[in-house]
C-alpha cells in the first residue's frame, strides 16, 4: 500500500470477519462520509498485510506494502489521530505459520518460519516472525487508557431480548483449579524506580558455573516506572497438571486448560506444551527421541503433533499409543466435538477470555468428546487472576445463572497505556536454559530484582510508567463522576505490582478529593461485589490492569450481553486523538467457515455501528465539522433502528446476515440525514438515498440472500482476494448503485 495522505478517519483493514464486513461496510462509510467533507482511509494491520511489510526485499514492487502498524503507531502519538480499530489476529505460531504458507502459495517469497533458527538468515527472520506473532498490534496502537461500557442502545436490547443462559445448580461439579504456589502471582517482586534507577536497566542470567549470559541488555526506563519481575517453575507446573488430569478423571468431569497464548505470545505457549506433555506424558516419556527427532514442538498442540507423527518413522505405533494413552485419560473439553478438535489441539483455540465467559453463560458446562455437555475442571495454572472466574462460578452455583432481562453492568476503565502491564507478550519473557539466577539491574547499578531458577522456568518482566497511571486514574475519576456510581479499583495489596499502584492512586485519589467515590479490593472481592450490584440491577465501573481489563471485558459482557463484540471501546490517547475500538470479542473465525461453505456471514456489525459514531462525534468535537456532528447524531438513531427492528445478522443460512444488517443501518442512517433539520443541504442530499433504499427493500434483499446456500470464494483466508471478497460482500447490484 503507498504512502497517504492522513485521512480525517482512518479504518483498520483486518482479519476474518471483522475484515469480509468491512468489503460490505466501508463502500457505505465512505459515501455518507463524503457528503460531509469527511475523508476515509484504511491502513492495513492485518497478519498477512504484517508478514507481508516485514520481508520487502524478495517481494515484486506490486507485493511490496509499507509498514502501516508502524505508521499507526506513530499517529496515535499525535494529537489529531483518528482510528476505527476493527480485531485483528493475536497470532500464535500455528496460525502466523498458516498464514506464512497461503501467501507463499500465492507466490509471495518470504521465507518458511524458522522454529530452530541456526544460521544468520535464519535468526534474522525468526526475530521479524516475532516481531509480527502474538498481542503485536494493540501495544503498538493503544497510546491511552480504555474506556469500554456497552452502549445505551445495546444494553436496553439485551434487556429486551435476552439471550439464552445455561442453568446452574448448587451441585455443580464445575470449577477453577490453579497453582497458588511457585508462579508468577506467588514469585512476583516489583519496585517503583527512583530518579537515581532510571534508564537503561540489563537482565542477566548467572548460571551456577558463574556464567554470565546477557538476556536483555538497555531496557529503558524513566523514574516512577513500575517494574515487575516473576518466574513459574516449571517442576512445579508438571506437578500441578499431573495432579489435575488425575483429579479430574476422579471427579468424572471435563479437562480443560485456559490460556492466552496470543496476548501472551512467549509464556502461555510454554505453558500450553506443558499441559500436552502431562496429558501425554505415557508417550513422551517412551518415545522422546523419536518425537525429538521427528521434530514435535508440543507447544503447537495437539493438532500439529499428530501431523508430524502420522509421517516419521514409527509414526503408526505412535498414534497408537497416544490413543491407548488418551483412552485411560479424563474426557478433554472440545473446541469441536463434531470434528474432533480438542481443547489441546491448538494453542490459540480456547483463549482464556472468550473460553470461560461462555462456559459460564452455559451453565458450566463444556461440550465433550461425546457431543455432550459436562461438568467441567477449568484449570488456569497462573493464580494471577484465577480468582476471578472462580468467584463468578461460585456466585453462578450459589444464586444461579445472571438474568440479561434485570442485570445491571459493569463498565470498564482500563490501564494499558504506552505497553502497560505487558507481562508474557513483552520481549522480556524467557524461558530459562540453566539453573542458575536472573537478575534485573538498574543503570545505575542497583539489583531491582533477583530470581533463584531452573532450567525450563519461564521468567518474565513488564513495566507501567508513571504518566500512564496518572492519566488512569483521573480517567477513573472522570467515568465515576458521570456515571455517579460504584467504582472498584480491583488492585490487590497482598500482590507485589498492585502494592505499587496503590502507593499511586491513593495519593491521586485524596488530592482530587474523591477518595470516598472509590473502594480498592482484591480481585476475588472485587469480583464477589460486582456480581452483587449488576444482580441488583445497578452499575459498577471496574478500574483495572491491563489483562484484567482484557479479560473483564469479556467476562461480564458475554453474561449481561451475549457477546462482547458489541461493547462501546474509545481509547482516549495521551496526546490527544481517540482510538475507537470495535469491541472485544476476536475475529471470529469460525464466522469466515460458514460463509466459505454457506455464503452466510454472522457477523454482527454493531460494534464498528458504535465505533463509527463515537469517531464521527469526536471528529467534530476537535475540527469544528458541523456536519460530522450531524453524521454521528445519525448514526446513533440508525443503531437505534436496527436494534429496535431486529435487523441484526441472523446465526443460521437463509437468515438475513451481516450483509442485510448494514443494507437497514444505511437505510435508517439515510433515513435519520433527510429526516434532521439542523443543515437542510445534507436533509435533501439523503432525501433521494433514503427514499430509494427503502422503494427497493424487496429487490435488494432478494439480491443479498440469491446465493444463500452456496460456496463463496474470497480467494484466500488471511489473505483473500479484493475483487472475490467484493464480489460476495457487495452482491446487490441495485444497492451498490444507490450507495456508489
Given at each position: 500500500?503507498?504512502?497517504?495522505?492522513?485521512?480525517?478517519?482512518?479504518?483498520?483493514?483486518?482479519?476474518?470477519?471483522?475484515?469480509?464486513?468491512?468489503?460490505?461496510?466501508?463502500?457505505?462509510?465512505?459515501?455518507?462520509?463524503?457528503?460531509?467533507?469527511?475523508?476515509?482511509?484504511?491502513?492495513?494491520?492485518?497478519?498477512?498485510?504484517?508478514?507481508?511489510?516485514?520481508?520487502?526485499?524478495?517481494?515484486?514492487?506490486?507485493?511490496?506494502?509499507s509498514d502501516d502498524l508502524a505508521i499507526l503507531g506513530e499517529l496515535v502519538k499525535t494529537p489529531t489521530a483518528n482510528v476505527i480499530k476493527l480485531p485483528n489476529i493475536s497470532a500464535s505460531v500455528p496460525q502466523l505459520?498458516?498464514?506464512?504458507?497461503?501467501?507463499?502459495?500465492?507466490?509471495?517469497?518470504?521465507?518458511?518460519?524458522?522454529?530452530?533458527?541456526?544460521?544468520?538468515?535464519?535468526?534474522?527472520?525468526?526475530?521479524?516472525?516475532?516481531?509480527?506473532?502474538?498481542?503485536?498490534?494493540?501495544?503498538v496502537l493503544r497510546e491511552g487508557n480504555s474506556d469500554r461500557r456497552a452502549a445505551i442502545a445495546v444494553k436496553k436490547y439485551a434487556m429486551a431480548n435476552p439471550h439464552s443462559m445455561g442453568v446452574w445448580t448448587a451441585?455443580?461439579?464445575?470449577?477453577?483449579?490453579?497453582?497458588?504456589?511457585?508462579?508468577?502471582?506467588?514469585?512476583?517482586?516489583?519496585?517503583?524506580?527512583?530518579?537515581?534507577?532510571?534508564?537503561?536497566?540489563?537482565?542477566?542470567?548467572?548460571?551456577?558455573?558463574?556464567?554470565?549470559?546477557?538476556?536483555?541488555?538497555?531496557?529503558?526506563?524513566?523514574?516512577?516506572?513500575?517494574?515487575?519481575?516473576?518466574?513459574?517453575?516449571?517442576?512445579?507446573?508438571?506437578?500441578?497438571?499431573?495432579?489435575?488430569?488425575?483429579?479430574?478423571?476422579?471427579?468424572?468431569?471435563?479437562?480443560?486448560?485456559?490460556?492466552?497464548?496470543?496476548?501472551?505470545?512467549?509464556?502461555?505457549?510454554?505453558?500450553?506444551?506443558?499441559?500436552?506433555?502431562?496429558?501425554?506424558?505415557?508417550?513422551?516419556?517412551?518415545?522422546?527421541?523419536?518425537?525429538?527427532?521427528?521434530?514435535?514442538?508440543?507447544?503447537?498442540?495437539?493438532?500439529?503433533?499428530?501431523?508430524?507423527?502420522?509421517?516419521?518413522?514409527?509414526?503408526?505405533?505412535?498414534?497408537?499409543?497416544?490413543?491407548?494413552?488418551?483412552?485411560?485419560?479424563?474426557?478433554?473439553?472440545?473446541?469441536?466435538?463434531?470434528?474432533?478438535?480438542?481443547?489441546?489441539?491448538?494453542?490459540?483455540?480456547?483463549?482464556?477470555?472468550?473460553?470461560?465467559?461462555?462456559?459460564?453463560?452455559?451453565?458450566?458446562?463444556?461440550?465433550?468428546?461425546?457431543?455432550?455437555?459436562?461438568?467441567?475442571?477449568?484449570?488456569?495454572?497462573?493464580?494471577?487472576?484465577?480468582?476471578?472466574?472462580?468467584?463468578?462460578?461460585?456466585?453462578?452455583?450459589?444464586?444461579?445463572?445472571?438474568?440479561?432481562?434485570?442485570?445491571?453492568?459493569?463498565?470498564?476503565?482500563?490501564?494499558?497505556?504506552?505497553?502497560?502491564?505487558?507481562?508474557?507478550?513483552?520481549?522480556?519473557?524467557?524461558?530459562?536454559?540453566?539453573?542458575?539466577?536472573?537478575?534485573?539491574?538498574?543503570?545505575?547499578?542497583?539489583?531491582?530484582?533477583?530470581?533463584?531458577?531452573?532450567?525450563?522456568?519461564?521468567?518474565?518482566?513488564?513495566?507501567?510508567?508513571?504518566?500512564?497511571?496518572?492519566?488512569?486514574?483521573?480517567?477513573?475519576?472522570?467515568?465515576?463522576?458521570?456515571?455517579?456510581?460504584?467504582?472498584?479499583?480491583?488492585?490487590?495489596?497482598?500482590?507485589?505490582?498492585?502494592?505499587?499502584?496503590?502507593?499511586?492512586?491513593?495519593?491521586?485519589?485524596?488530592?482530587?478529593?474523591?477518595?470516598?467515590?472509590?473502594?480498592?479490593?482484591?480481585?476475588?472481592?472485587?469480583?464477589?461485589?460486582?456480581?452483587a450490584t449488576i444482580r441488583a440491577g445497578k452499575t459498577s465501573i471496574a478500574v483495572t490492569g491491563n489483562v484484567l481489563r482484557d479479560y473483564l471485558t469479556d467476562l461480564f459482557p458475554i453474561l449481561e450481553l451475549g457477546?462482547?463484540?458489541?461493547?462501546?471501546?474509545?481509547?482516549?490517547?495521551?496526546?490527544?486523538?481517540?482510538?475507537?475500538?470495535?469491541?472485544?470479542?476476536?475475529?471470529?473465525?469460525?464466522?469466515?467457515?460458514?460463509?466459505?461453505?454457506?455464503?452466510?456471514?454472522?457477523?454482527?456489525?454493531?460494534?464498528?455501528?458504535?465505533?463509527?459514531?463515537?469517531?464521527?462525534?469526536?471528529?467534530?468535537?476537535?475540527?469544528?465539522?458541523?456536519?460530522?456532528?450531524?453524521?454521528?447524531?445519525?448514526?446513533?438513531?440508525?443503531?437505534?433502528?436496527?436494534?429496535?427492528?431486529?435487523?441484526?445478522?441472523?446465526?443460521?443460512?437463509?437468515?438475513?446476515?451481516?450483509?442485510?444488517?448494514?443494507?437497514?443501518?444505511?437505510?435508517?442512517?439515510?433515513?435519520?440525514?433527510?429526516?434532521?433539520?439542523?443543515?437542510?443541504?445534507?436533509?435533501?442530499?439523503?432525501?433521494?438515498?433514503?427514499?430509494?433504499?427503502?422503494?427497493?427493500?424487496?429487490?435488494?434483499?432478494?439480491?443479498?440472500?440469491?446465493?444463500?446456500?452456496?460456496?463463496?470464494?474470497?480467494?484466500?483466508?488471511?489473505?483473500?482476494?479484493?475483487?472475490?471478497?467484493?464480489?460476495?460482500?457487495?452482491?446487490?447490484?441495485?444497492?451498490?448503485?444507490?450507495?456508489?
Open positions: 500500500m503507498a504512502d497517504q495522505k492522513t485521512p480525517d478517519i482512518v479504518y483498520t483493514k483486518v482479519d476474518e470477519a471483522p475484515e469480509l464486513a468491512s468489503a460490505s461496510f466501508l463502500p457505505v462509510i465512505r459515501t455518507f462520509a463524503a457528503a460531509a467533507d469527511v475523508t476515509i482511509g484504511t491502513r492495513d494491520i492485518s497478519l498477512a498485510g504484517r508478514i507481508i511489510a516485514a520481508f520487502p526485499e524478495n517481494l515484486t514492487e506490486a507485493q511490496r506494502q505459520v498458516a498464514a506464512l504458507k497461503e501467501l507463499q502459495s500465492q507466490g509471495y517469497d518470504i521465507p518458511d518460519y524458522p522454529e530452530n533458527p541456526e544460521t544468520d538468515a535464519e535468526k534474522s527472520a525468526r526475530a521479524r516472525f516475532d516481531a509480527i506473532k502474538g498481542s503485536a498490534v494493540n501495544p451441585d455443580s461439579k464445575t470449577h477453577v483449579s490453579t497453582m497458588g504456589a511457585n508462579d508468577f502471582r506467588a514469585n512476583e517482586t516489583s519496585v517503583t524506580l527512583s530518579t537515581a534507577q532510571a534508564g537503561a536497566a540489563r537482565i542477566e542470567h548467572v548460571a551456577r558455573d558463574g556464567t554470565v549470559t546477557v538476556l536483555k541488555d538497555a531496557v529503558s526506563f524513566p523514574a516512577g516506572t513500575v517494574v515487575d519481575a516473576t518466574f513459574l517453575s516449571a517442576k512445579a507446573l508438571d506437578a500441578f497438571l499431573v495432579e489435575q488430569i488425575d483429579a479430574t478423571k476422579a471427579d468424572g468431569v471435563l479437562f480443560s486448560i485456559h490460556l492466552k497464548a496470543t496476548m501472551m505470545k512467549v509464556s502461555d505457549p510454554i505453558i500450553f506444551g506443558h499441559a500436552v506433555k502431562a496429558y501425554l506424558k505415557p508417550v513422551f516419556d517412551k518415545y522422546a527421541a523419536e518425537l525429538d527427532a521427528a521434530g514435535v514442538d508440543a507447544n503447537s498442540g495437539l493438532g500439529s503433533l499428530l501431523e508430524v507423527v502420522a509421517t516419521a518413522p514409527k509414526g503408526q505405533e505412535i498414534l497408537a499409543e497416544i490413543d491407548a494413552v488418551m483412552a485411560t485419560r479424563p474426557p478433554m473439553y472440545m473446541v469441536n466435538s463434531d470434528k474432533g478438535i480438542t481443547n489441546l489441539h491448538v494453542p490459540s483455540d480456547v483463549i482464556i477470555d472468550a473460553s470461560l465467559p461462555a462456559l459460564i453463560r452455559a451453565g458450566g458446562k463444556g461440550w465433550g468428546p461425546d457431543n455432550k455437555e459436562h461438568d467441567t475442571n477449568c484449570v488456569i495454572p497462573d493464580s494471577s487472576y484465577a480468582a476471578v472466574y472462580a468467584e463468578a462460578i461460585n456466585d453462578c452455583k450459589k444464586n444461579g445463572a445472571l438474568d440479561p432481562t434485570t442485570a445491571g453492568t459493569v463498565q470498564n476503565v482500563g490501564l494499558m497505556a504506552q505497553k502497560a502491564e505487558e507481562y508474557g507478550s513483552h520481549p522480556t519473557t524467557f524461558e530459562i536454559a540453566a539453573d542458575g539466577v536472573v537478575r534485573m539491574i538498574a543503570a545505575n547499578g542497583d539489583l531491582l530484582h533477583e530470581h533463584t531458577v531452573e532450567a525450563g522456568d519461564i521468567w518474565r518482566s513488564a513495566s507501567t510508567r508513571k504518566a500512564p497511571i496518572e492519566d488512569w486514574v483521573q480517567l477513573a475519576i472522570d467515568r465515576q463522576a458521570a456515571e455517579g456510581c460504584e467504582a472498584i479499583f480491583w488492585l490487590d495489596e497482598g500482590r507485589a505490582h498492585d502494592a505499587e499502584l496503590i502507593k499511586y492512586v491513593k495519593p491521586l485519589l485524596e488530592a482530587k478529593g474523591v477518595s470516598d467515590k472509590f473502594r480498592i479490593l482484591a480481585p476475588a472481592e472485587a469480583t464477589k461485589v460486582s456480581f457477546t462482547s463484540a458489541k461493547m462501546l471501546s474509545i481509547v482516549k490517547l495521551m496526546n490527544g486523538g481517540g482510538l475507537f475500538e470495535t469491541g472485544a470479542g476476536g475475529s471470529a473465525p469460525k464466522h469466515v467457515q460458514q460463509l466459505v461453505e454457506q455464503n452466510h456471514l454472522r457477523w454482527d456489525s454493531l460494534g464498528e455501528f458504535c465505533a463509527l459514531g463515537e469517531s464521527l462525534k469526536y471528529l467534530a468535537e476537535v475540527s469544528g465539522n458541523a456536519k460530522a456532528r450531524i453524521l454521528g447524531k445519525a448514526v446513533d438513531v440508525a443503531t437505534q433502528g436496527v436494534l429496535d427492528h431486529d435487523k441484526s445478522p441472523g446465526r443460521k443460512v437463509g437468515q438475513p446476515d451481516n450483509r442485510a444488517s448494514h443494507y437497514y443501518f444505511a437505510l435508517y442512517w439515510a433515513q435519520a440525514l433527510a429526516g434532521q433539520s439542523d443543515d437542510p443541504r445534507m436533509a435533501a442530499h439523503f432525501a433521494p438515498m433514503a427514499k430509494a433504499l427503502a422503494d427497493n427493500e424487496t429487490a435488494i434483499l432478494a439480491e443479498l440472500t440469491a446465493d444463500a446456500g452456496k460456496p463463496a470464494d474470497i480467494g484466500g483466508y488471511y489473505h483473500s482476494d479484493p475483487a472475490k471478497t467484493a464480489a460476495v460482500m457487495r452482491p446487490s447490484p441495485t444497492m451498490n448503485k444507490i450507495i456508489g
